[in-house]
């Protein structure tokens, strides 16, 4: 595996010297490898969006430092540059990201300050438009005149465009129904799939975490509380729930039936692994 971000003690004060100053992000260091799928967890007002916002220079360390290919973003103004190309960035409620007169441009805007040629752009908008569900009949219109559901796939067609070498997805799945949800978790999962791309989800969602990530980072107020595959995050359910989250619905249900005396394995959580070993255990291989 190979590095490409690299967070080296970072910290993020807003505000600072007056009253209302507030640390934000405490001394958080952590790597990406190429490729992984990371869940970042946490529970409201942890420093999720403040530490990625980081990642492709929106915002600048108090302290402490970020790197891209061994390279610090802030080391020059090329640099810094470059990191918002290689790191794609799609903020909680990406709708209020857009602003072009039509969803073609709003999702060209992106590939087009980087330079490409028009061919080449074309190429971009509209495969990245056909993966997320986008058909060519709105490719002229407003984005405003979408729905919540459309202009998210719209925001994140633009990132998928650039083609980022890092994405980061600051809840992705907010404010959508179930479906929608499942949609846009099935674009980002083929996006993935297909690109190998290093992907950082935020996520309050654990069900989503657990299905999606090969490894979880949990922050709590500032730091990171947890980084580990989601097997070691989850086998920590006590301290997960003392820092205001929750563990995976059928998690719970395992923590349960231990409680209540059944000899189970509490590293459960999906249904899949949940199914396998009510299915061992029905078929008497002992614990299960
Ligand atoms: N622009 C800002 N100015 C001052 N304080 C801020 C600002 N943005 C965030 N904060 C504060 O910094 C802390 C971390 O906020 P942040 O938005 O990074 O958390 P979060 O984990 O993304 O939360 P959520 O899950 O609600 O999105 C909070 O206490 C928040 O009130
Ligand atoms: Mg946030």
Same mark, same amino acid.
């Given at each position: 595996m190979n590095e490409v971000l690299r967070v080296e003690h970072l910290s993020h004060i807003y505000s600072k010297g007056t009253p209302f100053e507030k640390k934000a992000v405490d001394d958080v260091s952590f790597s990406a490898q190429r490729g992984e799928f990371i869940g970042l967890i946490g529970h409201t007002g942890s420093g999720k969006s403040t530490l990625i916002q980081h990642f492709n220079g929106l915002l600048k360390p108090s302290s402490g430092r970020i790197l891209i290919n061994g390279e !610090?973003?802030?080391?020059s103004k090329e640099m810094t540059r470059a990191a918002r190309f290689a790191v794609g960035l799609v903020f909680q409620y990406p709708e209020y990201q857009l602003f072009e007169e039509t969803v073609y441009a709003d999702v060209a805007f992106g590939p087009k300050n980087m330079g490409l040629s028009k061919e080449e752009i074309d190429r971009r908008v509209r495969e990245n438009c056909r993966i997320v569900g986008l058909p060519d009949s709105v490719l002229d219109k407003s984005p405003f005149e979408l729905s919540g559901g459309q202009k998210r796939r719209v925001a994140l067609a633009g990132i998928f465009a650039m083609e980022p070498e890092v994405m980061v997805l600051d809840?992705?799945?907010?404010?959508?129904d179930p479906a929608g949800c499942a949609e846009v978790f099935r674009y980002i999962k083929d996006y993935h799939e297909k690109h190998g791309t290093t992907i950082l989800f935020v996520t309050h969602s654990m069900e989503y975490a657990a299905q999606m990530a090969q490894r979880i980072v949990v922050m709590d107020s500032g730091h990171i509380l947890m980084d580990g595959t989601p097997e070691e995050v989850f086998a920590r359910a006590d301290e997960l729930m003392e820092a205001g989250l929750d563990v995976p619905q059928v998690t719970r249900v395992f923590l349960e039936l231990k409680k209540r005396? =059944? !000899? =189970? !394995?509490?590293?459960v959580y999906t249904v899949e692994q949940a199914a396998a070993k009510l299915r061992a255990l029905k078929g008497g291989e002992g614990k299960c």
């Open positions: !610090d973003i802030f080391q809840e992705p799945m907010a404010g959508l005396g =059944v !000899d =189970v !394995d509490t590293a």
